[in-house]
């Protein structure tokens, strides 16, 4: 073989391995990935609030991807625990959050040295799954038959308001309530819906204000009413149920539910998830369970959904007045 024809096989040799190398480095993470089950952290116990949601969506995505989501429930503290475990996990997008707004955006607004991890810092957005109105409830016994009515009682009488946690996205959601209406309403705290509900429905309060889809069915049955809700527009599942910012008071937060990652995950996996979600949620299964209680499902992969989470950490902070921090402070 001549000088020049070993050249030339040298140099072709090396173009091609070249090649391989370049397409390896060009062939996304997704094409391997996920080769393991993933683990979906849930912030609630089995059963209850948003554990309902994480599981139709681990199942949904399980599919998408050919791969097991599995729910790992870590209650407490209202969904921190959750989000601490997923921010300190190994980004490599087998640890996933069910985030929320509570432990995202209320945490970070009005407790951020109390939590042990930052937003948007330690986590990588991977989208957002659907968001539900918060509503005031009365039981089916009250005076009151419209929001505004309990708005102008507000002005003249000492009303007051449940909810399921000082400092909760709720009771936040009720202060904007009152601070854009230009009232004053007690606000009493419960350890869950159901001592409220009954508390409520025995007189010792007058109304309380929650994520309204858990509740749709108590209405439904005729043992509570829906007076308001938040958000912009009316929900399809109870039409006729107006906002309060038809009454001229503009709440426009909700409770929401996510999917984020650790922070470094690597960007293709993360799109991967983030085109997977995507597709669960156009399912006929999710898109219903999620609407059926008057939720409503709300694709915003990555980036945008990273932009949402910020924009809810400063709605959130605009509610924040010297007298709520008192009252939330230990």
């Known amino acids: 073989m001549t000088t020049f024809a070993?050249?030339?096989?040298?140099?072709r040799t090396a173009l091609a391995l070249a090649g391989l190398l370049g397409l390896a480095?060009?062939?996304?993470?997704s094409a391997a990935y996920p080769d393991q089950p993933i683990k979906l952290v849930v912030g609630f116990p089995p059963g209850g609030g948003g554990d309902l949601y994480g599981?139709?969506?681990?199942?949904?995505l399980g599919k998408t991807l050919g791969q097991s989501v599995i729910v790992d429930n870590r209650a407490g503290a209202g969904g921190n625990i959750a989000a601490d475990l997923v921010a300190k996990a190994k980004p490599d997008g087998y640890t996933l959050l069910l985030a929320m707004s509570?432990?995202?955006?209320?945490?970070?607004?009005?407790?951020?040295?109390?939590?042990p991890y930052k937003v948007p810092e330690d986590f990588a957005p991977v989208g957002l799954i659907l968001e539900a109105p918060h509503g005031l409830f009365v039981g089916h016994n009250s005076r009151f038959r419209t929001a505004r009515e309990l708005l102008e009682a507000a002005r003249t009488q000492k009303l007051s308001f449940a909810s399921t946690g000082t400092g909760g996205a709720a009771h936040i959601g009720m202060e904007m309530v009152k601070k854009e209406a230009g009232i004053e309403m007690?606000?009493?705290?419960?350890?869950?819906?159901?001592?409220?509900?009954t508390d409520m429905l025995g007189g010792q309060v007058e109304s309380f204000f929650a994520t309204a889809s858990p509740l749709v069915?108590?209405?439904r049955q005729g043992q509570l009413r829906l007076l308001a809700i938040t958000g912009s527009t009316r929900n399809p599942a109870i039409p006729e149920v107006p906002t309060f910012k038809e009454l001229g008071v503009n709440v426009?937060?909700?409770?929401?539910?996510?999917?984020?990652?650790p922070a470094g995950t690597p960007e293709p996996v993360v799109k991967h998830l983030a085109t997977h979600l995507g597709r669960a949620l156009k399912t006929p299964e999710v898109r219903d369970?999620?609407?059926?209680?008057?939720?409503?499902?709300?694709?915003?992969?990555?980036n945008e959904f990273g932009q949402f989470i910020l924009e809810d950490i400063a709605r959130y902070k605009g509610a924040i007045t010297p007298a709520l921090l008192k009252e939330i402070s230990p």
């Open 6 to 11: 070993r050249t030339a096989m040298r140099r």
């Open 25 to 29: 480095t060009a062939m996304p993470v």
């Open 55 to 60: 599981r139709l969506i681990a199942t949904a």
């Open 102 to 115: 509570g432990n995202l955006a209320v945490a970070p607004a009005l407790k951020p040295q109390s939590i």
């Open 186 to 197: 007690l606000h009493v705290p419960y350890r869950g819906s159901g001592p409220a509900i």
């Open 217 to 219: 069915s108590h209405v």
């Open 252 to 261: 426009p937060v909700t409770q929401w539910y996510g999917l984020v990652a």
């Open 289 to 302: 369970a999620i609407r059926r209680d008057a939720a409503q499902e709300h694709d915003l992969p990555t």
